[in-house]
């Protein structure tokens, strides 16, 4: 028999985790904290209102550096030149492992855009909002929100710009598009 854990003790871990990560978002923010055993960076993901993720985000930490610094960020292998957003560690074309990270300067163009007025359980506290795909100058798509103050503006085509976004209401830093003409 593995350890069984109560849920009382979870709801402790989770209330713990809480406590922890609005801390860290006040100090850097960034909802990233330690792994209590191996002090790994754990990115905590708080859209999901029953279920908590922990993902272990050592090895992608420069993306998140980046954040804080107002840049997004893709790896590029420097053996064969493939680029990955969202950035990946090691290249899955040639296996290397040498990776440069640079940021997304862009502009892209709009390919495909859905504005969600249904809204999945986890996203209730959003206002309506554009999900969008665009291609970016650097050769690939990068799939975000885009900020709009009107949906009906946004056009297949129009010129976007990827952005670091402070989301509320979970006030962690991540990235999102606008259109290219404006801040
Ligand atoms: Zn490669």
Known sequence: MGTSISRDQIEAFIRMWLEAVEQEKEMTGLPIIRDEKTGDPLFFDQR?????YLIPVKRIQPFFEGLQRGQVLYTECRSCGSKYFPPQPDCSRCGGTDMEW??????????TYTVINVKPTSFMHYEDYVVAIARMKEGFNVLAWLKVEDPKQVRVGMDVRLVVDRRKPENYLTYAFVPAESQ
């Open 48 to 52: 999901e209102l029953r279920l908590r």
């Open 102 to 111: 640079k940021p997304i300067e862009g502009p892209g163009k709009l390919l």
